[in-house]
C-alpha cells in the first residue's frame, strides 16, 4: 500500500518542476514543505528570478516572451547565446572541474526546458533593468543572461504553486521529511514530521530537491571551513541539509565541491536569514564599478576582473577572509547613477561625504589613514587613456597596483562619494548528492538507488568555486524536470 505515487521533498523551484513533470507522466504526486505556507518556496522565492539559458537570439527570445513588442525588440540589442558559450562560461568560471554530463545535460536541455516552463504557464521578460545597459537609445544586454521570470522570484514560486494546485499536486506545509524508508528494494517513502506528529508516508518513488545546507551553520563550519558560521544567510532558513543527510543515511555517494559555496557581498547589517520583505535587496553587486575596502584600508580584491556575473558568486568567500569578515565598497558620483537599485533600498549600509577625508573618516573600523591613501594610490593608476564602458569589459584598468583593477577602474574623485558596508551572505552550498542523467541518486559504487531521484541545489558537481549568475534556477528547472520524469516513469512500471 501506497499513500501517493511520488513524494517530492521540498518546495521550491526544482521541487515544483519535479512535481509538475510527475503529474505529466499520470503520477499522483504529493510535495512536502518543511516551512510553513507564508514562508514556502525556498531560495526560489528570494531570487531575483533571472534564468541563464541558450538562445538563438531574438526568435528564441520570442518563442519564450510572446508578450514581448516590436518596439521593444527595436530597442534592445540581445544579442545571441550559444551552447558553446554556456559550456564555455560553465568550464571557465568553475575551473573546468564541472561534471561534463551533468553540464552537458544543462546546457543542452536548457532552451527546451525554458518552453516547457513557458508552455505550463510560467512567463518570462528580459532583464532590462539588471542585465542591460543603454547605448546610443538601444539596451545592449551582455553577460549571457538574459531572461528572468515575471515578479521575480516571488512572481515565479507563485505561478509554479498555483500551476501544481491546478494539475492536482497535494503540497503539505509545515512537513519536514526526517528520513528516508528504504530496504534492500530501494526507497519506499519518507518519514515525515508534521504538527509535532511523526508518520511514514509511502511512495513508489521519492524525488529530494530539499536545498543544501547553507543554513545550518554547524555544516558550513565543518564543511567550508572555519569562519563560515560567521556568514549571513541569504535565503531560506529552512534549508539545513536534510535531504544530503537522509540520502546519504541510506547508501547515496557524496559528490561535488562540499568545501565551496556561492557567496557574496551582502549587507553588513542584514539579519542573520532572509527576509522576504527585502528579497535579494541586501545584496550588493556594483562594485565593478568602485573599490572594495578592508578593515587596514586596503583593496583584495580585481573588482573588474569581469562582469559581475562571473565575479560575485565567490567574491563572498573574499570578503569574509577579511578582518572583522567586512569590506566597505566606494564609489564617486560619476557612477552611482549606475549603481544597481539594491543600492537605493532604505536598509543599506551607507555613508556619504563631500571629500574623500570625510568619507574614510565615516567607515566604520576602517583605518581612515591607510585607506585614503589606498584610494589616492588607486586613483592615480587608472589608465585614463582607455574609454570607459560598463557593457563590455573596456580594459580600462590600472597600472602597477599589488591587487590590479582589470576593466572598468575610474579615479574616485568626484563628490558626494558613497560607500555601502558588505559582509559575506552565503546563498547555496555546491556540495551533496550524485545523480546520472536520469536524475537518480547513485551509491557509492555508482549504482541507481531504487525509487530515488534528486534535483536543486542538493545536487552536487556542477559548481565548482564558482558560478555563472543564473544558472542555480536554470539547473533546478532542467534536472527538476527529468527528476519528476523519472520518478513519474519508475512509479508507473
Ligand atoms: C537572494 C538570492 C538570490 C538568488 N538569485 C538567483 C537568480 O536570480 N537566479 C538563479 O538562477 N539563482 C538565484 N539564486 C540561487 C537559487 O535560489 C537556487 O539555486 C535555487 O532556487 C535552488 O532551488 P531549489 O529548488 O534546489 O531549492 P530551494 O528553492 O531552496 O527549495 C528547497 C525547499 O526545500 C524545503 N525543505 C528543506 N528541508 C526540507 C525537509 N526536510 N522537508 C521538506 N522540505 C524541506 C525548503 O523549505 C524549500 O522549500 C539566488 C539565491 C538567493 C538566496
Redesign the pocket.
Known amino acids: 500500500m501506497t499513500d501517493t505515487d511520488v513524494l517530492v521533498?521540498?518546495?521550491?523551484?526544482?521541487?515544483?518542476?519535479a512535481a509538475l513533470a510527475a503529474v505529466e507522466s499520470g503520477a499522483r504526486v504529493v510535495v512536502?514543505?518543511?516551512?510553513p505556507e507564508a514562508?514556502?518556496?525556498?531560495?526560489?522565492?528570494?531570487?531575483?528570478?533571472?534564468?541563464?539559458c541558450v538562445y538563438d537570439g531574438e526568435g528564441d527570445l520570442r518563442a519564450l516572451m510572446p508578450d514581448l513588442t516590436d518596439a521593444e525588440v527595436a530597442s534592445a540589442d540581445f544579442g545571441t547565446y550559444g551552447e558553446a558559450q554556456f559550456f564555455d562560461d560553465m568550464g571557465r568560471i568553475t575551473e573546468y572541474r564541472t561534471d561534463p554530463a551533468l553540464c552537458e545535460t544543462l546546457v543542452t536541455r536548457s532552451r527546451e526546458t525554458m518552453r516547457w516552463m513557458q508552455r505550463r504557464g510560467v512567463r518570462f521578460m528580459p532583464i532590462w533593468g539588471r542585465q542591460a545597459y543603454r547605448v546610443g537609445g538601444r539596451f545592449r544586454f551582455w553577460g549571457g543572461l538574459t531572461v528572468?521570470a515575471w515578479g521575480?522570484?516571488p512572481g515565479l514560486?507563485e505561478t509554479l504553486y498555483r500551476l501544481a494546485r491546478e494539475a492536482g499536486v497535494e503540497i503539505r506545509y509545515g512537513?519536514?521529511?526526517?528520513a528516508l524508508l528504504a530496504d534492500d528494494d530501494g526507497v519506499r517513502g519518507?518519514e515525515?514530521r508534521q504538527g509535532g506528529r511523526t508518520t511514514a508516508l509511502r511512495a513508489k518513488a521519492v524525488v529530494l530537491?530539499?536545498?543544501?545546507f547553507?543554513s545550518n551553520p554547524e555544516w558550513r563550519t565543518r564543511y567550508l571551513g572555519p569562519g563560515w558560521d560567521l556568514a549571513k544567510?541569504?535565503?531560506?532558513r529552512?534549508?539545513?541539509g536534510?535531504?544530503i543527510r537522509?540520502a546519504l543515511a541510506a547508501g547515496a555517494a557524496a559528490y561535488g565541491n562540499w568545501s565551496g559555496c556561492?557567496a557574496v557581498g551582502w549587507d553588513r547589517n542584514a539579519p542573520e536569514f532572509?527576509d522576504l520583505a527585502v528579497?535579494?535587496g541586501?545584496?550588493k553587486h556594483s562594485y565593478p564599478l568602485g573599490v572594495m575596502l578592508n578593515a587596514r584600508g586596503e583593496r583584495f580584491v580585481d573588482e573588474g576582473a569581469d562582469f559581475r556575473n562571473y565575479t560575485y558568486a565567490k567574491y563572498g568567500r573574499a570578503i569574509l577572509a577579511q578582518p572583522g569578515q567586512f569590506a566597505w565598497q566606494v564609489f564617486d558620483a560619476k557612477v552611482l547613477p549606475l549603481l544597481r537599485d539594491e543600492y537605493r533600498i532604505r536598509q543599506a549600509t551607507r555613508v556619504r561625504a563631500d571629500t574623500l577625508e570625510a568619507l574614510c573618516d565615516k567607515l566604520e573600523d576602517v583605518d581612515a589613514r591607510a585607506a585614503l591613501a589606498t584610494l589616492r594610490t588607486f586613483n592615480a593608476a587608472v589608465r585614463t587613456d582607455v574609454g570607459f564602458d560598463p557593457n563590455v569589459k573596456d580594459g580600462r584598468g590600472t597600472v602597477g597596483l599589488a591587487v590590479p583593477k582589470s576593466n572598468w577602474a575610474n579615479p574616485i574623485d568626484t563628490p558626494p562619494f558613497e560607500a555601502f558596508a558588505v559582509t559575506c551572505?552565503v546563498?547555496?552550498t555546491f556540495g551533496g548528492l550524485r545523480i546520472d542523467a536520469a536524475a537518480r541518486v547513485l551509491d557509492e559504487a555508482g549504482a541507481p538507488i531504487a525509487g530515488l531521484y534528486a534535483?536543486?541545489?542538493?545536487?552536487g558537481g556542477l559548481f565548482y568555486n564558482n558560478y555563472p549568475?543564473?544558472?542555480?534556477?536554470?539547473?533546478?528547472a532542467v534536472f527538476?524536470r527529468i527528476a519528476g520524469t523519472s520518478a513519474g516513469a519508475f512509479a508507473g512500471a
Open positions: 521533498v521540498g518546495a521550491g523551484n526544482a521541487a515544483l518542476c512536502l514543505e518543511r516551512a514562508e514556502a518556496g525556498g531560495n526560489s522565492r528570494f531570487t531575483a528570478g533571472a534564468f541563464r528572468e521575480g522570484g514560486v512537513a519536514q521529511a526526517r519518507v515525515v530537491a530539499c536545498g543544501g547553507e544567510v541569504r535565503g531560506t529552512f534549508n539545513t536534510d535531504g537522509m556561492h532572509g528579497g535579494d541586501f545584496q551572505g546563498t547555496f534535483a536543486g541545489e542538493l545536487v549568475g543564473g544558472t542555480g534556477l536554470m539547473a533546478g527538476g
